[in-house]
């Protein structure tokens, strides 16, 4: 990307704001990429504790398979997943509060024993998975805004700072030889005014 600029001294003044600006800020977006890593690392980290607490609540009644057979259908479904936006470094992402779930009309008497302690696990296991996938969402939010933010400072790095630098380095080296030129044409001047 290259930089646009006259040889005056307005230009030179603009080029200065622009470096100026992007010096300030390229600390501010350095630090917010850092956070955004921290972060997507730690969402990761809890994916992967709740996706194993998952798999380990599975694997716990995975015996029960035929009984699960005689479970009802439709006994339960998710009403509503309570979630707040949580602010992390200008990102918005989703955490989870809390999941409703409703109940059909059950009647316990023509059902196995273990139905009520199947509908509990079953609670907790759809929480964990609904909690697991919020959790995705979340680090792949923070990874995608990591992104953005890194490819910023990689702009502001090594394309626009080294741009303006060289942009206002030529200014000023064009300045100088037109103020050279300048007093070297007053000089000659000067002389052929007073051998006349």
Same mark, same amino acid.
């Given at each position: ?23 300030? /800020? ?5 630090? &917010?990429?850092?956070?955004?890593? /921290? ?8 994916? @992967?504790? +709740?996706?194993?607490?998952? #798999? ?10 035929? #009984? ?13 997943? &309570?979630?707040? +936006?949580?602010?992390? /470094? $200008? ?26 302690? $199947? ?19 979340? @680090?792949?939010?923070?990874? @995608? ?6 490819? &910023? ?9 080294? $741009?303006? #630098? ?14 050279? +030129?300048?007093?070297? @044409? ?11």
């Amino acid at each position: 990307m290259a930089i646009k600029f006259q040889y005056n001294k307005i230009s030179l003044q603009d080029m200065q704001k622009q470096l100026k600006v992007r010096l300030d /800020a390229l600390p501010v977006i350095r630090y &917010k990429e850092m956070v955004l890593h /921290a972060e997507a690392e730690k969402a990761k980290r809890e994916m @992967t504790a +709740l996706e194993t607490t998952l #798999l380990n609540k599975i694997s716990q009644y995975e015996y029960m398979n035929r #009984l699960w057979q005689e479970f009802p259908q439709d006994v339960m479904s998710v009403k509503e997943i &309570k979630t707040s +936006l949580k602010n992390i /470094a $200008g990102v918005k992402v989703p955490q989870f509060e809390d999941v409703v779930f409703e109940m059909k009309p059950l009647v316990l008497f023509n059902q196995p024993f273990w139905v009520s302690d $199947g509908i509990a696990l079953l609670w907790d296991l759809l929480r964990l998975s609904i909690e697991k996938q919020l959790l995705v969402i979340k @680090t792949e939010s923070l990874n @995608t805004a990591r992104k953005k933010t890194t490819q &910023k400072v990689n702009l502001y790095e090594k394309v626009q700072v080294p $741009g303006y #630098l060289s942009a206002i380095s030529k200014i000023k080296k064009f300045m100088n030889d037109e103020e050279s +030129l300048g007093k070297a @044409t007053q000089k000659i001047m000067k002389k052929r005014i007073l051998s006349i």
